[in-house]
């Protein structure tokens, strides 16, 4: 089993309670498997409500944390998968189809890492070529045709850095795909369920609303990318500090107004209870598509271009009465 060092007193506990369960008199253990119980929850809220932003991103790369055909099996129903960019091929680092959640038809859209070693390898580890982006956009204009919500289930360390991506033009498919989702005429809500890198992320990323799963980091940059650059070495020390330095946690997200909403996760992260954590994130999607579906195409549209372009603002020019000069303000 997969473990953290940081949660090692959490594992401890749940030996001695997996020990006492498995006993054939476990029925005379009740009084002190609760109590162990009672103490495991309290320790893991301890352990979780103290997280460093380095923690935080070991979290989101939890080989145990769900993905989104997790979330699929999970909160969604008649899911029908779609294929191929039709200009090069199948990329499985992104998986799009149409589905509902809930009362509401969508197409869902969202990165898949994989979860053994051969389907690692397949998903590229998360990161997709441009077929996957261009495949993406091409199901996004798909469901704008005929009127259907789009959802997207960010979870990439970036976009595939290699020489094949490269050639096929992986950073205009980046691009066109920011340009194109800010213009699509039908609601967008996007959720970082897990690691949110880079323009990996941004790719699939322009929604109406946008929020992160509590434990996910979202930034420009990795921690040990950012420590191999600023320290010149990635190290548990270098990548902690890094990771305080980019802001990265939910939290910090909501706060510098980068992402709308954080979505609590069940006690000890999406991890432990998967199912609770999806029937958490549906009620958001649902709660904000049916808000968002209320407001007309071409208001979408230009309220989702004024969102991307207040973001980073920290000031405007104003003209003084006289003409001379400006002075700056606060937005």
């Known amino acids: 089993m997969f473990q953290l060092d940081f949660e090692q007193p959490i594992l401890e506990i749940e030996k001695q309670v997996e020990s006492l369960e498995s006993r054939a008199d476990a029925a005379k253990w009740a009084d002190e498997l609760a109590a162990l119980r009672a103490t495991r929850s309290s320790l893991i809220q301890k352990i979780y409500g103290q997280l460093t932003p380095w923690q935080t991103v070991r979290i989101a790369r ?118 194109e989702m800010s213009g699509l005429r039908v609601p967008i809500v ?73 979505i609590e996760e069940p006690n000890g992260g999406a991890h432990r209870d998967p199912k609770a954590a999806a029937e958490r994130m549906q009620q958001w999607i649902v709660s904000n598509l049916q808000e968002l579906g209320r407001i007309d195409p071409d208001t979408l549209v230009r309220l989702r271009f004024e969102k991307y372009r207040q973001i980073g603002a920290v000031g405007r020019r104003v003209t003084g009465t006289s003409g001379r000069g400006s002075a700056p303000s606060t937005p």
């Open 62 to 179: 939890h080989p145990q944390r769900p993905q989104t055909l997790d979330y699929v099996d999970l909160m969604c129903r008649d899911f029908s998968r779609l294929h191929g960019d039709r200009r090069f091929g199948e990329d499985p680092a992104i998986v799009c189809g149409f589905c509902r959640i809930g009362p509401l038809k969508v197409m869902l859209v969202g990165h898949q890492k994989g979860r053994t070693t051969p389907e690692r390898v397949a998903c590229h580890f998360g990161c997709a070529h441009p077929e996957g982006y261009r495949k993406a956009l091409l199901k996004m204009r798909l469901a704008e045709k005929y009127g259907v919500p789009i959802v997207t289930l960010i979870d990439t360390p970036g976009a595939y850095p290699g020489i094949g991506s490269e050639q096929r033009g992986q950073a205009e498919a980046l691009a066109y795909n920011l340009r």
């Open 190 to 262: 996007c959720v970082v369920i897990g690691e949110g890198g880079s323009g990996g992320a941004l790719g699939i990323g322009v929604g109406d609303r946008v929020a992160m799963m509590q434990h996910a980091w979202y930034s420009v940059i990795s921690p040990e990318g950012c420590a191999a650059i600023l320290f010149k070495e990635a190290n548990e020390k270098t990548n902690t500090h890094a990771a305080e330095a980019l802001a990265l946690t939910a939290d910090h997200n909501v706060r510098n107004g980068l992402v709308d909403a954080k």
